[in-house]
């Protein structure tokens, strides 16, 4: 059984994943007592034909039951010996962004008084992070985008790596997401990528732009290369997603031009078979379409 295991700080975003994970068919519970854990993977395995339980539970683990807490890391190595595959992601923000939200949503933090609470949680939650396989710092994330990129982590199974090609500005920070970082903040900025895509998309002037420049077109085929290396280990390694991030200064330009031609170049030639499942995004390009619109209405 797949078993994933949300945890982090309150405000974070934890309640926002499980839902995502709902609709992906996970069967989710939240602030389950860790040591009810293996009973819950028996009893969903011994559901009877033709409705078994389900292969996947999402589970949310939270601060509150702290006597609970220190027993995970030997539940875990339990049902990692009993042959069931276990995750652990961990959400967090800065302090000021959590003290933000619960201010906005005039909730009261379950640990007590804010800032110290925030302090209190993530003593807490420390050795919990230690054991996480993937930490998501959730403050440049809206709820839409949170839930995207759960779809995009958890939502392939079944052999098929999801490879996510990501855009972004290293002005706004580095995406706690990626698995791989590339920097193209030393390429040449000729043009106006919003401008050509209002135009009529990406296809004619922005793959002219990749491949006029040597250092572009070294780029992509550097990145690429690394792809057709990594990318069949990864599925071997049992992983079903990666994510690859290329950045410039704001995340509007040379890195756009530049994920959109390698999605281009990896969708007619795949890095790995099974064909990866190609996702693109374009972090702070689709932020700043999406302010735009809303100060025209």
Not at 241 to 259: D, E, I, K, N
Not at 264 to 290: I, K
Request: proline residues 6%.
């Amino acid at each position: 059984m797949e078993i994933l295991v949300v945890t982090g700080l309150s405000g974070a975003g934890k309640s926002t994943c499980l839902r995502a994970l709902e609709d992906l068919g996970y069967y989710c519970i939240d602030n389950l007592p860790v040591p009810m854990l293996p009973a819950l993977v028996e009893t969903k395995l011994a559901s009877p034909a033709p409705h078994p339980g389900p292969t996947r539970l999402a589970i949310g683990i939270d601060a509150r039951a702290e006597e609970h807490l220190h027993a995970f890391a030997e539940v875990r190595e339990q049902l990692l010996a009993e042959g069931h595959t276990i995750e652990v992601l961990f959400l967090e923000a800065p302090d000021p962004t959590i003290v933000r939200r619960f201010s906005e949503t005039r909730r009261r933090h379950p640990m007590g008084e804010l800032p110290e609470a925030i302090r209190l949680e993530r003593a807490r939650l420390r050795e919990l992070r230690a054991l996480a396989d993937a930490v998501i710092d959730s403050e440049n994330s809206s709820s839409r985008q949170l839930r995207r990129l759960v779809r995009d982590r958890y939502g392939t199974r079944g052999g098929a790596l999801h490879l996510v090609l990501m855009s972004f500005g290293f002005k706004n920070g580095l995406p706690s997401e990626a698995d791989l970082v590339f920097d193209a903040r030393f390429l040449q900025n000729p043009f106006d990528v919003p401008q050509l895509r209002a135009k009529g998309g990406f296809d004619g002037p922005v793959r002219d732009y990749v491949l006029s420049q040597d250092d572009a077109r070294e780029v992509l085929e550097r990145v690429e290369s690394w792809l057709r290396f990594q990318a069949p280990r990864t599925i071997h390694e049992g992983r079903s997603y990666l994510t690859v991030a290329l950045g410039c200064t704001g995340g509007q330009h040379r890195s756009v031009a530049l994920t959109e031609e390698l999605h281009r170049r990896l969708a007619s030639e795949p890095v790995a078979e099974p064909a990866p499942v190609l996702t693109v995004r374009h972090r702070d390009l689709e932020q700043a379409l999406a302010d735009t619109a809303h100060l025209a209405c």
